[in-house]
């Protein structure tokens, strides 16, 4: 074999009245016309650049366990709320607040946390592109349904205390469960229409 120099230029060269296929070495002359400058002004090729190293940002298993912590203490939280409601229903504090809205926020508050879960996922868990692909689109829905929820009692319950600012003689206002599943039955229509167009196109 031989090594073709950045100076060279490679001339054909034809063979006429042969049969034979010629080698490379045979059907090209090689002729220096003048030396390549390189950009440090000499002659010598420099070394092959060295391979890049490429940072990919990885969330590291460090990361991963403190996301779960904190998952797990808002849970733990929420699910404690929950309880709470549950046990001090009776109680004109807890009537006055209404144990439905606090199921409804709880509920969004552990969907929203929950979301961490296929954030975490990256290529040093999750081995197939499908399965990257699964995680990356279920992280907005668990969190936009997770906070759909929760907005849906706060807006609810915000809603309520607007009218009774507006009619300060109305004797009582109430915003019940019934009205704040409407209110979620209008988020939750948004919110699917425009994930399913996110996931779907």
């Not at 049969?19 to 092959?48: C, H, M, R, W």
């Not at 709470?84 to 009776?90: E, F, Q």
Request: aromatic share 10%.
């Amino acid at each position: 074999g031989f090594d073709l120099h950045p100076t060279s230029y490679i001339l054909p060269v034809r063979q006429a009245g042969s049969d034979q296929k010629p080698s490379i070495e045979q059907s090209f002359n090689i002729v220096k016309i003048e030396d390549f400058i390189y950009n440090d002004g000499t002659a010598l090729q420099p070394d092959a650049l060295p391979a890049p190293v490429v940072n990919y940002n990885y969330i590291g298993n460090a990361g991963r366990i403190v996301g779960y912590v904190l998952m797990g203490v808002v849970i733990v939280l929420a699910l404690a709320g929950l309880v709470w409601a549950i046990v001090m229903r009776k109680e004109r504090v807890v009537r006055a607040s209404q144990p439905t809205f606090i199921a409804f926020i709880s509920f969004g508050c552990i969907l929203m946390s929950a979301a961490i879960i296929p954030l975490s996922m990256e290529e040093t868990t999750v081995q197939s592109d499908r399965g990257l692909d699964i995680a990356c689109m279920s992280a907005p829905w668990v969190y936009a349904l997770g906070f759909v929820f929760t907005f849906a009692a706060l807006l609810t319950k915000t809603y309520a205390a607007y009218k009774v600012f507006r009619k300060p003689d109305v004797d009582s206002v109430t915003g019940g469960p019934l009205d704040t599943f409407k209110t979620l039955a209008v988020l939750l229509v948004v919110n699917v229409a425009v994930l399913l167009s996110w996931t779907l196109v």
